[in-house]
């Protein structure tokens, strides 16, 4: 691992503020490709993804989702979804995208927040409702992204007391 990666992973944080600059396609481009370069069982690859840029859209989901305000002031969101026919670890599948979309936004210099919809089913029913997503796939989540108009320190959240070394 080089120290370029290690400083990415840990410059990684929820950002909530951002400015009204439009993320380049070429950004998006490579967002999901980082995502969809995750590991998955059997290689299924049981992700899809929404991008959604359209301002009402935009607007609809921060009113939509409890804890997604920011994405009244994002230019972007990725909504990912599992297609659970494909594999019985779809949930796992689509976290590692996950977890590669966030780390492929901090290393663009962009900021995004991860927005929970599975498995609260009420999260799950509204953005099923306004990204006009079938009933076989699950959204996962919202990705809240843009441009950031806050600054946060890299950090580490390591604990010692959660690290169990040969046996619990």
Not at 150 to 156: G, I, Y
Request: glycine residues 4%.
């Amino acid at each position: 691992m080089t120290k370029d990666l290690i400083e990415t992973i840990f410059s990684r944080r929820s950002i909530r503020k951002y400015t009204d600059e439009p993320v380049s396609d070429d950004d998006i481009k490579t967002m999901l490709e980082a995502a969809m370069a995750a590991p998955s069982a059997s290689n299924s690859q049981p992700w899809h993804f929404v991008v959604v840029m359209e301002r009402a859209t935009l607007d609809a989901l921060a009113e939509a989702h409890p804890h997604g305000k920011m994405l009244a002031q994002a230019t972007l969101c990725i909504a990912v979804c599992g297609d659970p026919a494909i594999s019985d670890y779809w949930q796992q599948d689509c976290s590692a995208a996950i977890e590669n979309l966030l780390l492929a936004v901090a290393a663009l210099g962009l900021g995004a927040v991860w927005l929970s919809a599975y498995p609260r089913e009420k999260r799950v029913a509204l953005a099923r409702r306004i990204l006009s997503i079938p009933e076989n796939i699950v959204p996962v989540n919202l990705i809240s992204i843009g441009h950031p108009a806050e600054t946060k320190e890299p950090r580490t959240q390591y604990n010692e007391a959660r690290v169990h070394r040969g046996r619990w």
